[in-house]
Nanobody, 120 residues
Framework: QVQLVESGGGLVQPGGSLRLSCAAS????????MSWYRQAPGKERELVAA????????NYADSIKGRFTISRDNAKNTVFLQMNSLKPEDTAVYYC?????????????WGQGTQVTVSS
């Protein structure tokens, strides 16, 4: 059974930091690109950051560049999102995503999300 379980969300003041974790099980984690998405109330889900299967390449949304860092530990089947200098506009539900295209077979999995609220 595939599971992606996010943790680490919560309430933080502007300028603060949080570290999100996503623990994966039930699939070959090291073969998947891992991403973090977020969805704020009334807005579409958007890509925040992505990291390739080996961790050799990362990609970030312009709105969080220089503040957030994505990383992964393939030995522990976990992907992280370190979020620094948080702003109220970072408030959203953050989702972990796993994605793989192998030949013509496309696989993707989602976590249940973790709430991040940035407010004073």
């Amino acid at each position: 059974q595939v599971q992606l379980v996010e943790s680490g969300g919560g309430l933080v003041q502007p300028g603060g930091s949080l570290r999100l974790s996503c623990a994966a099980s039930g699939f070959t984690f090291s073969s998947y690109t891992m991403s973090w998405y977020r969805q704020a109330p009334g807005k579409e889900r958007e890509l925040v950051a992505a990291i390739t299967s080996t961790g050799g390449s990362t990609n970030y949304a312009d709105s969080i560049k220089g503040r957030f860092t994505i990383s992964r530990d393939n030995a522990k089947n976990t992907v992280f999102l370190q979020m620094n200098s948080l702003k109220p506009e970072d408030t959203a539900v953050y989702y972990c995503n796993a994605e793989r295209l192998a030949g013509s077979r496309y696989s993707t999995y989602w976590g249940q999300g973790t709430q991040v609220t940035v407010s004073s």
